[in-house]
């Protein structure tokens, strides 16, 4: 995987910059990685001290801030447990997304349609 520079607080402003926002939602960001057990002092952590599932959290946590339409989502729970898997789907099951799975249990439970490839 590609590496990630910094840390997840200076991606969350900078992603604002990106979207031309003056100011980051860091109190969403934040509010939303803590219903998935990430502590705030991972925020100021460089993303190489973070385990995968929590740069898989905080990533989401700071692309959920922004409040799309739509997201696209590729395995979005791979590298977590079971529990925290299973935050992470209630949060996304409020939105509007295309998920990514190779989990058939996974697609049961989170999606009202499902496509099948083979």
């Known amino acids: 995987p590609p590496q990630l520079a910094g840390t997840p607080d200076e991606l969350l402003q900078q992603a604002a910059r990106w979207v031309g926002r003056t100011s980051a939602p860091t109190d969403l960001a934040v509010a939303t990685a803590e219903r998935w057990a990430i502590l705030s002092t991972c925020w100021g952590q460089p993303w190489t001290k973070l385990s995968g599932g929590e740069r898989q959290r905080l990533l989401l946590a700071i692309h ?10 590729d395995e979005p729970t791979s590298a977590l447990d079971a529990d925290t898997a299973r935050a992470v789907e209630q949060d996304l099951m409020q939105r509007t997304f295309i998920w990514v799975t190779h989990d058939e249990a996974q697609a049961k439970r989170v999606a009202n349609q499902r496509v099948l490839l083979q």
């Open 64 to 73: 959920l801030a922004f409040e799309a339409g739509i997201y696209l989502l």
